[in-house]
Each structure stands twice: as C-alpha cells, then as structure tokens.
C-alpha cells in the first residue's frame, strides 16, 4: 500500500503567510530605495537651485516695416541676443526656442526657430535670428500709432523669445521647464526716411521668466 502524504490546513496556512511576508518586504524595500533616490535628487536640487538664464539685446534692425494693404503688413528685422548661464554647477539645454517681434500688442513677424543648444556652467552664446513678415494682418490703427511714433521721434519694439529649457547637474537632467523671454528696442525714429535700417544698439537687458 503506498503512502499518502497529506499536508494540514495549518500548514498550507503557514506557507501562505510566509510568501505575504516576502512580497511585503519585496515591496517595502524598493519603495524605500525609490524614495532614497527622489530625497538625493530633491537634495540636490535644493542646494543648488539652478539661477534662471540671463538676456541681453545687443543689435536690433528694421529693414522693413511697411503696410502692402489697409491691414496688411511687410517686415523684416535682424536681431542678435546675448545668452548667459550663471549657475556654476548646471548647466542648461535649450529645446524649441522660437523668436518674434511685436509692436503695442500685436505680432508683426512670423516665429522663427532657433536650432536647440547646450550652455554650459557660467558658459555665453550669441544667438541671432532674421524675423520676417509677409501681409500679416494688423489692427487698422497700426499706420496711425507708427506715424504717432515717428512723430515722438522714436519707435519701440518687443523682441521676445518663447521655448523650454532643461536643467542638467551632473548626469541627471531635469523634466522641460516653459522660458520667456521680452526685450524692448528702442530706436531713433525721425520725420524724415532713414537711408539705412532703424537700429537699436544700447544693449538692454531682457526680462526672463522660467
């Protein structure tokens, strides 16, 4: 006669207890390992709170800005930027920068997009852009607000960069944080035609929000 091996309920009861013990501290230690590593990066993030990028506008020219209809506009503007990160430990990646120009509220070029970059620690970078406009629709009032401005004598324009940044320390590089940018151009602007483009060269110093 074989024999039958048979296991009691207890037992059975037992064996079960054991493999929720296991799971549970299965579970406990990768929870704990993953805090470990977000109290590091949180740790680090703090000591070092990275310093939003710098702007400076160095060079704005209008070579066109004229109407080609009742609220149609034509503009062409070369701008150059100075860029500077001041962090000393972060270094900062640049993703999906565009450019524009706008006059009292409204958007008198097209975006145009800058390629991404890398800065580096305390790192600086010239960043230049040709910004065009080809019968964009303006509000009726803008041949009567720009001949109000040549007659002040100067005209103002905002200069603004939109895009993402990342900050990076050490290996570690942080999720896309939104970045605007407005710089305001002030330029001679008399009765009479320039035989040149409108210039603003006073190197401003730019607003920035991240």
């Not at 579970?27 to 470990?36: A, D, H, Q, T």
């Not at 230049?128 to 009567?144: C, I, K, N």
């Not at 603004?160 to 896309?176: N, P, Q």
């Not at 305001?184 to 006073?202: D, N, Q, T, Y």
Request: net charge positive; aromatic share 10%; with cysteine.
């Amino acid at each position: 006669m074989s024999k039958v091996d048979s296991k009691s309920p207890k037992h059975c009861a037992d064996k079960g207890l054991n493999i929720d013990k296991f799971y549970k501290k299965l579970y406990w230690s990768g929870f704990s390992f993953l805090f470990s590593v977000l109290s590091l990066i949180l740790l680090v993030w703090l000591i070092l709170h990275p310093t939003k990028p710098e702007f400076s506008l160095k060079e704005a020219d209008i070579y066109q800005l004229n109407l080609s209809g009742p609220h149609l506009l034509n503009s062409s503007i070369q701008l150059t930027l100075l860029s500077k990160n001041p962090n000393t430990k972060v270094g900062i990646y640049y993703d999906m920068v565009q450019v524009y120009a706008s006059y009292k509220g409204q958007q008198i070029t097209v975006d145009t997009s800058l390629p991404p970059f890398y800065q580096g620690h305390e790192e600086s970078n010239l960043l230049t852009a040709s910004l065009v406009g080809t019968a964009l629709p303006v509000a009726p009032s803008f041949g009567y607000e720009v001949g109000r401005d040549q007659t002040a004598g100067k005209l103002v324009l905002s200069l603004k960069l939109d895009g993402r940044v990342r900050w990076k320390v050490g290996t570690w590089v942080s999720g896309r944080y939104r970045l605007n940018v407005n710089c305001v151009a002030v330029m001679a602007f008399g009765p009479s035609i320039p035989s040149g483009p409108l210039s603003s060269k006073e190197g401003t110093q730019c607003s920035t929000t991240v």
